[in-house]
Nanobody
């Protein structure tokens, strides 16, 4: 089991920003695809952003394009999700995940390891 630990969630007003972090031990993010997902109550888990192991290929859901940015610090083996101009509909539990292949992975069933999630709440 590879522990992935998210942090950075919290309560923010609409229009505000948060930066989520996901740290891994025992697994290099640079070798595998990584993704951020979210799940709001009563909804299915959805992909928010993903990055290939090389960092060359990046995916964003249409709902977050231009507002969210996925990035990675290889020295710290940490992946980030910078979230700007947050909206109430962004409220959800956010999860990071590490895939079993180095390519860009969007579908959640292709991810092998998951963090415990961090709550993001955006007030109107």
């Amino acid at each position: 089991q590879v522990p992935l630990v998210e942090s950075g969630g919290g309560l923010v007003q609409a229009g505000g920003s948060l930066r989520l972090s996901c740290a891994a031990s025992g697994r290099s993010f640079g070798d595998y695809g990584v993704g951020w997902f979210r799940q709001a109550p009563g909804t299915e888990r959805e992909s928010v952003a993903a990055m290939s192991g090389s960092g060359v290929s990046i995916y964003y859901a249409d709902s977050v394009k231009g507002r969210f940015t996925i990035s990675r610090d290889d020295a710290k083996n940490t992946v980030f999700l910078q979230m700007n101009n947050l909206k109430p509909e962004d409220t959800a539990i956010y999860y990071c995940a590490s895939a079993s292949i180095p390519g860009l992975v969007v579908k959640d069933t292709r991810y092998r390891y998951w963090g415990q999630g961090t709550q993001v709440t955006v007030s109107s």
